[in-house]
């Protein structure tokens, strides 16, 4: 029997301000639903060392995300033509407890990825990709990742604690996720507290592309570089939307000037194209700070830009 397909819900059916608000207007079904790819919010944000505001992010990029439509006019992705995507509610965290929040999650996508579907994940801040990372390790072994961020999240520790958005890719390291051959991190910049803190993640045998590097160019060549650099094993893409500059982007938590513009994101995404992504990511999105939803609204592009290079979706 062929597998049911969903299209998001068109605005020639229901105005795009009605009906509820799940992501591109998807239907709103369980993570054992069969699906090829999963879009799931994690409404956390107790790993944020200063502004906060992510937990609600799940909701305003549901909300904004009414406003994509299902073709993408610049790669011809058609991704509801084959693969079989639905909103899959969001993960229970304990808000109250950062530490049972991370076994949360990290039980939450073991039970996804058990059902052969892609997560797409809407957080939270950045803390939610080390129990994504660990379930992704369990399923696919280590794995490489495209990050982007205005951060390398490789500290040790922050105000003597472990796990925190700023600590999640030192653990992956330290815990074995990563294969670091395949890791590159882009749009990195700003102070530091040591002038050699960037030097950590190259020793570790990431590739590291500092901010300074993409500005005023294209970042399509440096994407040919980084397909050859993944190579043909899984991609983990993890995207903090503080890696594109504030003045894009200023709804979100540790702003840092300077950054990424949004066609430099969309050509880092699209240009994962080809690669194996076996899930994505995007983090930091902090409502409060941008109430027009334009960052929450960029948000949810990237996340449905993640969809279109997906293996298996079709061109038109
Ligand atoms: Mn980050
Ligand atoms: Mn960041």
Redesign the pocket.
């Known amino acids: 029997m062929a597998k049911e397909l969903f299209q998001p819900l068109s605005g020639n059916a229901m105005p795009r301000f009605g009906g509820p608000a799940t992501f591109m207007r998807l239907p709103a079904l369980g993570i054992d639903a069969g699906l090829d790819v999963a879009f799931v919010g994690v409404p956390f944000d107790i790993g944020t060392s200063n502004r906060t505001g992510a937990r609600l992010a799940p909701r305003q990029i549901r909300d904004e995300s009414r406003m994509l439509r299902p073709y993408n006019m610049a790669t011809r992705a058609a991704p509801f033509d084959s693969l079989r995507v639905a909103d899959a509610g969001d993960v229970a965290i304990n808000t109250f407890n950062l530490l049972k929040s991370i076994d949360i999650i990290e039980r939450h996508y073991d039970a996804l990825l058990a059902t052969g579907a892609v997560p797409l994940s809407m957080g939270g801040d950045?803390t939610i990709v080390l129990p994504i990372l660990r379930a992704l390790k369990r399923r696919h072994g280590p794995v490489g990742v495209v990050h982007v961020?205005?951060?390398a999240?490789v500290n040790d520790e922050m105000f003597g604690e472990k796990i925190t958005h700023g600590t999640p890719f030192r653990r992956a390291v330290e815990e074995g996720l990563l294969d670091p051959k395949r890791v590159v991190q882009i749009g990195l910049r700003g102070t530091g507290y040591a002038a050699d803190d960037f030097d950590w993640p190259r020793n570790q045998g990431f590739r590291v592309v500092q901010a300074e590097e993409c500005w005023y160019k294209s970042l399509a060549p440096l994407m040919v570089e980084v397909r050859k650099q993944l190579g043909a094993g899984p991609v983990y893409i993890s995207f903090?939307i503080?890696?594109i500059d504030p003045a894009f982007a200023p709804g979100t938590g540790?702003v840092e000037v300077g950054g990424l513009t949004v066609p430099q994101g969309l050509e880092i995404i699209r240009g994962c194209r080809g690669l194996d992504i076996i899930g994505g990511d995007l983090v930091?999105v902090s409502p409060p700070y941008d109430t027009t939803g334009n960052t929450a609204l960029l948000g949810a592009t990237l996340l449905y830009e993640m969809l279109c290079v997906l293996p298996g979706v079709k061109q038109r």
């Open positions: 950045h961020d205005a951060h999240d903090d503080d890696g540790t930091e």
